[in-house]
């Protein structure tokens, strides 16, 4: 089975109730070692005082793929703001619950959450769509566009390779894996209404013994003032 990076980030998002239970499984397989494994992302780090150094002060803040809340959601709530992470995973929500108590979590698919059009100042997507095929990545960006006030922003990161459902194995467990080239992924943000401020690309090594130098790119996005979804 071909071994691709897969889901190098806080959380996951899943198609469908086939593919939930082992997505559920890989997450909660690794549950606090996902998180020693990425703490040391510099490039992470610098996006989220990117958006950090925007906000006004109490903004509220939706984490799409929340983890174990480590280190988007305690960051942002550290700094004042009020935040909302979902994820598909039991044990990391309840390692998310007891180590960023100043923040909200739930166990959810992010597709079944009532989101209210205009709901969130900002909106963190750190390598949270990578188990979703690209139609339902850009159907969901869309979405999540929707529930930002205008000119509200929304951080995208990714794995940029030109990959469609693939399996592989991710930190020793098994996914399977759909992405984005780096323009590509730029141009799914832009059709979905959203502009591209400011990007950065980065190879990260994670600190786990199965897990290998995979290349990262953060999106730095606001929506457009009067932006048009389509399909919305």
Known sequence: MPTAPARPTEGTVVTDEQQRPQAAAAFDALGAEYEKAFAGSKTHRRSLDWLLGRLAPGSRVLDVGSGTGRPTAE??????????????SPVMVDLATRQVPAATFQCADIRDVPLADGSFDAVCVYFSLLQLDRREQADLVRRLVRVLRPKGYLVLATVPLDVEDVDATF??????????????????????GLEVLAQEAALFTPAHPDARSEPH????????????TPGA
């Open 75 to 88: 960051t942002l709530a550290d700094a004042g703001h009020e935040v909302l992470g979902v994820d598909v």
């Open 217 to 228: 790119l953060f999106l730095h996005c606001r929506r457009q003032a009067a932006a048009t």
């Open 171 to 192: 930190m020793g467990q098994p996914v399977r894996v759909t992405s984005f080239t780096a323009q590509d992924l730029a141009a799914m943000a832009e059709e979905a």
